[in-house]
């Protein structure tokens, strides 16, 4: 394992029985600890009460500091709720970036029913990490295709979206590539079921190693093979450093005595 902080910026409060998915807070460290991953950035987007998901983050950040960053979430289902949470999220709960998942709403991610929740985010200047998908054959490709983030960094320009996944299967990594071609502010997360030998390498050729974030979508995937992916990819040490940490501390302007053991 290389000597550099690791930030996992992608992972999951909650389980989804359907697909084995299973939440154990001891073995998830367990894990943490096995991959070298000093902090976990952790939402729940399982219960459709939004403040539901948020409080059992804050209840799992609450329990170990040291190792959990939380990230709020919302779903324009309830657009009279949306705001209120928002602020109680990060104001009263300290969350440092939001999660929306647009699968869950059934419209695309520039749907203009997100729009006040962008427009609140665009004045806080937040990340929002979204689920980004293309070419998988799934109801995701038309709802969160990267290619539709371009025009959403172009209206908001406050915000630093994150692409959960890079677009997922090939044709949507090529997509995730050309929208952070397009926009400083956007940027590309790791983890996915679709990743073909040298995905890593081409994320970072095509959006540069200052733009690419380590994310291992646990528990419904392990951080060990996401942090794998890495430390082996073709890919300059420099890099490696920058995708398995420094780019998440620097995004989230997270201090060096946030993380454990420093």
């Known amino acids: 394992?290389?000597?550099?902080?690791?930030?996992?910026?992608?992972?999951?409060?909650?389980?989804?029985?359907?697909?084995?998915?299973?939440?154990?807070?001891?073995?998830?460290?367990?894990?943490?600890?096995?991959?070298?991953?000093?902090?976990?950035?952790?939402?729940?987007?399982?219960?459709?009460?939004?403040?539901?998901?948020?409080?059992?983050?804050?209840?799992?950040?609450?329990?170990?500091?040291?190792?959990?960053?939380?990230?709020?979430?919302?779903?324009?289902?309830?657009?009279?709720?949306?705001?209120?949470e928002l602020e109680r999220s990060f104001d009263e709960l300290g969350m440092r970036f939001l999660k929306i998942y647009p699968d869950y709403f059934g419209k695309p991610v520039d749907d203009a029913g997100y729009y006040p929740i962008f427009e609140w985010a665009d004045d806080r200047k937040l990340v929002i990490m979204s689920h980004s998908s293309y070419g998988t054959g799934s109801v995701s490709d038309s709802l969160t295709s990267p290619l539709r983030f371009i025009g959403l960094s172009d209206r908001y320009p406050n915000i630093r979206w994150v692409l959960a996944h890079s677009g997922n299967d090939t044709p949507g990594q090529v997509q995730a590539v050309t929208a952070a071609g397009n926009s400083p502010n956007i940027f590309l997360e790791t983890c996915t079921s679709f990743g073909a030998q040298g995905t890593i390498e081409f994320l970072v050729k095509g959006a540069g190693g200052d733009r690419v974030l380590f994310g291992s979508d646990m528990p419904l995937m392990d951080a060990r093979l996401g942090v794998a992916r890495i430390v082996t990819a073709d890919i300059s040490d420099t890099d490696k450093t920058k995708i398995l940490g420094i780019n998440a501390m620097k995004l989230l302007n997270i201090k060096p005595n946030e993380l454990p053991n420093t």
């Open 1 to 84: 394992m290389m000597n550099t902080p690791v930030i996992d910026f992608h992972t999951h409060a909650g389980g989804w029985s359907s697909i084995g998915m299973k939440f154990d807070i001891p073995k998830f460290i367990q894990v943490m600890d096995s991959a070298g991953v000093d902090v976990s950035c952790i939402n729940c987007i399982f219960h459709g009460r939004a403040s539901r998901s948020n409080d059992i983050v804050s209840s799992i950040v609450e329990q170990y500091p040291n190792r959990f960053i939380g990230v709020a979430f919302v779903t324009p289902h309830y657009p009279d709720e949306c705001i209120n």
